[in-house]
């Protein structure tokens, strides 16, 4: 096949007034327990439902995400969560992150930036970045088949705005069986379709730090028939980080038109995407004391919270492309994501089935540019190969460049210099197509009601990916103004080139990879389901079929595979150090992909309505997940012919037990479910490519709640986790420790207190302390992050809000690189951005 085988927002706020309902209680955690039903309320209207929210109470709340059919969650065996477009415009959320946190069991860390971010649910293990076991959809079907693609996971390509309806989430239950490799969960973001007469635009712009966006939508009816919507955002700005360049660039547009018939309806739609914003990597801190009370403390002229190691100065990732041709691309890039999408929707009624297509074709590519440390070192402690007591540091570009660095010890006041690598991953072609088929119906069965559902799964996924490399000597310094550095030894030569150390990966050819491979998934499935009186019965089966095909390039495949080369970069005629180390791929000796799996999922449930407003349920499911990228270039897949020799390796088996209590009426409800999960996880080792595996064991309970008497309201949420690593193949001393990052307590709250001229309250999340890394010996602290709102209705449909999100500038940590107090007192942490403030002002129409 050879090389021609590869071609083969900030969260967008929905700032409507609000609609209330006596179980909606207009907040993220509680939400699911009221969805309210399609409404065709103004903005007028709007208000004054606000102030009267007991005119609204629906009888019933429908959820259609992850189960066979929609039905009220008192009736279904399942934990469910939804959050509407009015709830989440509050929260404070400025990525797709920060709206997942507010859903129980589900952790989430988001302070990467729009994406990349790390979710798991339930105690599940950690993904290296994505989301391994809890599927991301949109409008029913997957962004990306799988979530956790090295460097490029699902959530780069998906943006919530003023299209967004509701998000809708499922954890465990049936979900293995209605979506592949979900055995998580779900997390479904449902568009609008025009059933809502009318339209919005809203400005918004960052009080505290430099944000510009633009947000719109309109929907209603063409015909009796035929209605349409469309909507989309753009925005501009530097964004909550000091990075000294327009990091938030970009914009989306989607739209669909649904026309209507006497037995159903057919729907298009479509997508475009192009929208960069930063990747924020572990940043430098001070970190003291002992590993079990560890003092985290910014260094001199770096506010973690604030600052970032991406700056102005440093313009460009040098280097050769995926096919060995010289290419310098912009570190402002960030994460740069490209959609075009067009979906086809339809549901009919044929000979009494219910007849269900969804289908889609995305074209996605972009890029992920990131600069991350290999190492950081004091002045008084750098390596021979920085100059280490002798030779000459200068600078290499920003303001003082040329100039010599005489004090390396006192450098910005912390003395601290970084070896960094400038990573550049080109996604040439994420591109997928997704289909799902379902046939639905219902039987009276004596004085009881029997369903079955049947359907087909159809996904072919690509992923063309280059992996690029560059290492850099680089200063720390806050404001976005860390410049690069070079090198002279005390002979004279230089060592760097314009702060280049290398054009490759600390000098070696490793890593520099081009994946080009395609997934072929093909996956049957059905359901049986009986309501007889208080009493629903319930089983799914799900057979997922892989096949995977593909070519692999790279120096680490081995089998005397080059990867370093010389490469004149400045036309000099001459070669330098860092020159005589470039990395190449090597293109003329691919290695095959040619392995298939296959796995079974199923699910069983049962539900009890006890009375009216109170129901109990039970559950056990079986389900599973592929692994994708992260078993290739690695020793389960032969470098010769491709092929898998133990199956095992092809999936992760996810086991859950769970059973809990429903209870809703009047303006309290209360929801509480009790887990058990076992999980198999297969990754690599790091630094060597060997497959590694593990097996995990969590229980604990999920809490949520809310409460409504008047103009306030309150809802919350709470989630305990127990969580253990089984064993592990490699490294047997894990046995027994809790998961990295993993706390015992998740929780959330949001009161508030609206009438139908202003709506305030405050969105309060947080987590108790866990562990920096599997040994458990350095402990993060837990936080506590409030994100206050204020909306103001002056007029008829006219609205204004001020939202800050971290208030108090809450030092809340979700990673720390180090496993226990470092000897240097100096680590790498990622923690959540400090306070940020916008103001919106909104007109419906």
Same mark, same amino acid.
């Given at each position: 096949?050879?090389?021609?085988?590869?071609?083969?927002?900030?969260?967008?706020?929905?700032?409507?007034?609000?609609?209330?309902?006596?179980?909606?209680?207009?907040?993220?955690?509680?939400?699911?327990?009221?969805?309210?039903?399609?409404?065709?309320?103004?903005?007028?209207?709007?208000?004054?439902?606000?102030?009267?929210?007991?005119?609204?109470?629906?009888?019933?709340?429908?959820?259609?995400?992850?189960?066979?059919?929609?039905?009220?969650?008192?009736?279904?065996?399942?934990?469910?969560?939804?959050?509407?477009?009015?709830?989440?415009?509050?929260?404070?959320?400025?990525?797709?992150?920060?709206?997942?946190?507010?859903?129980?069991?589900?952790?989430?860390?988001?302070?990467?930036?729009?994406?990349?971010?790390?979710?798991?649910?339930?105690?599940?293990?950690?993904?290296?970045?994505?989301?391994?076991?809890?599927?991301?959809?949109?409008?029913?079907?997957?962004?990306?088949?799988?979530?956790?693609?090295?460097?490029?996971?699902?959530?780069?390509?998906?943006?919530?705005?003023?299209?967004?309806?509701?998000?809708?989430?499922?954890?465990?239950?049936?979900?293995?069986?209605?979506?592949?490799?979900?055995?998580?969960?779900?997390?479904?973001?449902?568009?609008?379709?025009?059933?809502?007469?009318?339209?919005?635009?809203?400005?918004?712009?960052?009080?505290?730090?430099?944000?510009?966006?633009?947000?719109?939508?309109?929907?209603?009816?063409?015909?009796?028939?035929?209605?349409?919507?469309?909507?989309?955002?753009?925005?501009?700005?530097?964004?909550?980080?000091?990075?000294?360049?327009?990091?938030?660039?970009?914009?989306?547009?989607?739209?669909?038109?649904?026309?209507?018939?006497?037995?159903?309806?057919?729907?298009?739609?479509?997508?475009?995407?192009?929208?960069?914003?930063?990747?924020?990597?572990?940043?430098?801190?001070?970190?003291?004391?002992?590993?079990?009370?560890?003092?985290?403390?910014?260094?001199?002229?770096?506010?973690?919270?604030?600052?970032?190691?991406?700056?102005?100065?440093?313009?460009?990732?040098?280097?050769?492309?995926?096919?060995?041709?010289?290419?310098?691309?912009?570190?402002?890039?960030?994460?740069?994501?490209?959609?075009?999408?067009?979906?086809?929707?339809?549901?009919?009624?044929?000979?009494?089935?219910?007849?269900?297509?969804?289908?889609?074709?995305?074209?996605?590519?972009?890029?992920? #540019?990131?600069?991350?440390?290999? %190492?950081?070192? =004091?002045?008084?402690? *750098?390596?021979? !190969? @920085? +100059?280490?007591?002798?030779?000459?540091?200068?600078?290499?570009?920003?303001?003082?460049?040329?100039?010599?660095?005489?004090?390396?010890?006192?450098?910005?006041?912390?003395?601290?210099?970084?070896?960094?690598?400038?990573?550049?991953?080109?996604?040439?072609?994420?591109?997928?197509?997704?289909?799902?088929?379902?046939?639905?119906?219902?039987?009276?069965?004596?004085?009881?009601?029997?369903?079955?559902?049947?359907?087909?799964?159809?996904?072919?996924?690509?992923?063309?990916?280059?992996?690029?490399?560059?290492?850099?000597?680089?200063?720390?310094?806050?404001?976005?103004?860390?410049?690069?550095?070079?090198? #002279?030894?005390?002979?004279?030569? %230089?060592?760097? =080139?314009?702060?280049? *150390?290398?054009? !490759? @990966? +600390?000098?070696?050819?490793?890593?520099?990879?081009?994946?080009?491979?395609?997934?072929?998934?093909?996956?049957?499935?059905?359901?049986?389901?009986?309501?007889?009186?208080?009493?629903?019965?319930?089983?799914?089966?799900?057979?997922?079929?892989?096949?995977?095909?593909?070519?692999?390039?790279?120096?680490?495949?081995?089998?005397?595979?080059?990867?370093?080369?010389?490469?004149?970069?400045?036309?000099?005629?001459?070669?330098?150090?860092?020159?005589?180390?470039?990395?190449?791929?090597?293109?003329?000796?691919?290695?095959?992909?040619?392995?298939?799996?296959?796995?079974?999922?199923?699910?069983?449930?049962?539900?009890?309505?006890?009375?009216?407003?109170?129901?109990?349920?039970?559950?056990?499911?079986?389900?599973?997940?592929?692994?994708?990228?992260?078993?290739?270039?690695?020793?389960?897949?032969?470098?010769?012919?491709?092929?898998?020799?133990?199956?095992?390796?092809?999936?992760?088996?996810?086991?859950?037990?769970?059973?809990?209590?429903?209870?809703?009426?009047?303006?309290?409800?209360?929801?509480?479910?009790?887990?058990?999960?076992?999980?198999?996880?297969?990754?690599?080792?790091?630094?060597?490519?060997?497959?590694?595996?593990?097996?995990?064991?969590?229980?604990?309970?999920?809490?949520?709640?809310?409460?409504?008497?008047?103009?306030?309201?309150?809802?919350?949420?709470?989630?305990?986790?127990?969580?253990?690593?089984?064993?592990?193949?490699?490294?047997?001393?894990?046995?027994?420790?809790?998961?990295?990052?993993?706390?015992?307590?998740?929780?959330?709250?949001?009161?508030?207190?609206?009438?139908?001229?202003?709506?305030?309250?405050?969105?309060?999340?947080?987590?108790?302390?866990?562990?920096?890394?599997?040994?458990?010996?350095?402990?993060?602290?837990?936080?506590?992050?409030?994100?206050?709102?204020?909306?103001?209705?002056?007029?008829?449909?006219?609205?204004?809000?001020?939202?800050?999100?971290?208030?108090?500038?809450?030092?809340?940590?979700?990673?720390?690189?180090?496993?226990?107090?470092?000897?240097?007192?100096?680590?790498?942490?990622?923690?959540?951005?400090?306070?940020?403030?916008?103001?919106?002002?909104?007109?419906?129409?």
């Amino acid at each position: 096949m050879g090389r021609s085988y590869r071609t083969g927002c900030i969260f967008v706020k929905k700032y409507l007034l609000l609609t209330a309902a006596p179980f909606a209680l207009a907040t993220p955690a509680m939400a699911q327990l009221v969805p309210a039903t399609p409404s065709t309320a103004t903005a007028s209207t709007t208000a004054q439902k606000a102030a009267n929210p007991a005119a609204t109470a629906p009888a019933e709340e429908l959820f259609s995400t992850g189960v066979a059919k929609g039905r009220d969650r008192l009736d279904s065996a399942t934990s469910t969560s939804a959050m509407k477009e009015t709830e989440i415009e509050k929260i404070g959320a400025r990525s797709l992150g920060d709206i997942l946190r507010n859903i129980p069991g589900i952790r989430t860390e988001s302070s990467t930036g729009d994406g990349n971010s790390n979710y798991t649910i339930r105690g599940l293990p950690l993904a290296a970045g994505g989301s391994k076991f809890m599927q991301i959809e949109e409008d029913g079907l997957p962004v990306l088949e799988f979530g956790d693609f090295f460097n490029v996971s699902s959530d780069i390509f998906i943006r919530a705005d003023f299209n967004l309806s509701a998000v809708e989430a499922i954890r465990g239950g049936s979900a293995s069986t209605f979506a592949s490799n979900s055995p998580g969960g779900v997390i479904n973001l449902i568009s609008k379709t025009g059933d809502v007469e009318g339209g919005a635009i809203q400005l918004t712009g960052g009080l505290d730090y430099d944000m510009k966006r633009l947000d719109f939508d309109y929907g209603g009816k063409i015909s009796d028939s035929l209605r349409f919507h469309f909507g989309g955002f753009y925005r501009t700005g530097e964004g909550a980080r000091h990075v000294g360049y327009n990091a938030y660039q970009g914009g989306q547009l989607k739209f669909n038109v649904t026309k209507q018939f006497a037995d159903g309806y057919i729907r298009l739609s479509g997508k475009y995407l192009d929208d960069r914003s930063p990747q924020y990597m572990p940043g430098p801190i001070a970190i003291s004391g002992t590993n079990d009370k560890p003092i985290y403390q910014n260094v001199a002229n770096f506010d973690i919270k604030k600052d970032s190691v991406l700056s102005r100065y440093i313009p460009s990732v040098v280097t050769l492309d995926g096919n060995n041709q010289p290419i310098h691309t912009p570190v402002s890039d960030g994460m740069h994501a490209v959609v075009k999408s067009i979906g086809l929707e339809a549901q009919f009624d044929v000979a009494g089935w219910s007849v269900t297509e969804k289908a889609r074709y995305s074209k996605i590519s972009g890029s992920v #540019t990131r600069d991350l440390f290999a %190492a950081m070192y =004091q002045g008084n402690a *750098l390596p021979a !190969s @920085l +100059g280490a007591g002798t030779g000459r540091l200068s600078y290499a570009t920003g303001p003082n460049a040329g100039q010599v660095i005489t004090s390396p010890n006192s450098i910005n006041g912390n003395g601290l210099i970084g070896n960094m690598y400038l990573m550049r991953v080109n996604a040439n072609s994420l591109d997928n197509f997704t289909n799902d088929v379902r046939i639905n119906r219902a039987f009276k069965l004596g004085n009881g009601e029997f369903t079955v559902t049947g359907g087909v799964y159809k996904a072919l996924q690509k992923i063309n990916n280059d992996w690029l490399y560059t290492s850099i000597v680089q200063d720390v310094a806050g404001g976005g103004n860390s410049s690069l550095i070079d090198y #002279t030894d005390s002979a004279g030569v %230089a060592q760097t =080139q314009n702060g280049v *150390l290398s054009y !490759s @990966l +600390g000098g070696a050819g490793t890593y520099r990879r081009t994946y080009d491979v395609q997934y072929d998934v093909t996956a049957p499935y059905g359901s049986l389901n009986y309501h007889i009186g208080k009493i629903a019965l319930g089983g799914s089966i799900r057979y997922d079929i892989g096949k995977v095909r593909g070519l692999l390039y790279g120096s680490d495949l081995g089998g005397g595979r080059l990867g370093i080369t010389s490469y004149d970069f400045n036309g000099d005629g001459k070669i330098s150090i860092p020159e005589s180390k470039t990395a190449f791929i090597p293109v003329t000796a691919p290695a095959p992909v040619h392995y298939g799996y296959h796995y079974l999922s199923y699910s069983v449930g049962i539900n009890y309505r006890v009375a009216e407003p109170l129901a109990v349920f039970a559950r056990y499911s079986r389900g599973a997940r592929a692994n994708a990228d992260k078993i290739l270039f690695a020793t389960s897949v032969s470098t010769t012919d491709g092929s898998m020799a133990d199956p095992a390796n092809g999936y992760d088996i996810v086991t859950q037990t769970e059973g809990g209590v429903k209870y809703r009426k009047g303006g309290f409800t209360f929801n509480a479910t009790a887990f058990l999960a076992n999980t198999q996880d297969t990754n690599l080792q790091a630094g060597t490519g060997t497959q590694t595996h593990r097996n995990y064991r969590a229980y604990g309970a999920e809490f949520e709640a809310g409460f409504r008497r008047g103009p306030f309201n309150i809802t919350g949420g709470l989630t305990y986790t127990h969580a253990t690593i089984v064993n592990d193949t490699l490294n047997a001393a894990v046995a027994g420790q809790v998961p990295r990052h993993q706390p015992k307590f998740i929780f959330e709250a949001t009161p508030q207190y609206e009438t139908r001229t202003f709506s305030v309250g405050a969105n309060v999340i947080g987590n108790t302390s866990s562990y920096s890394q599997d040994t458990n010996l350095l402990r993060m602290p837990g936080y506590t992050m409030v994100n206050p709102f204020v909306q103001f209705r002056p007029a008829d449909r006219v609205e204004l809000m001020v939202n800050a999100n971290n208030v108090f500038n809450t030092l809340a940590f979700f990673e720390v690189t180090q496993a226990s107090v470092p000897a240097n007192g100096v680590g790498q942490a990622r923690v959540a951005n400090g306070r940020t403030i916008t103001a919106s002002l909104r007109y419906d129409f």
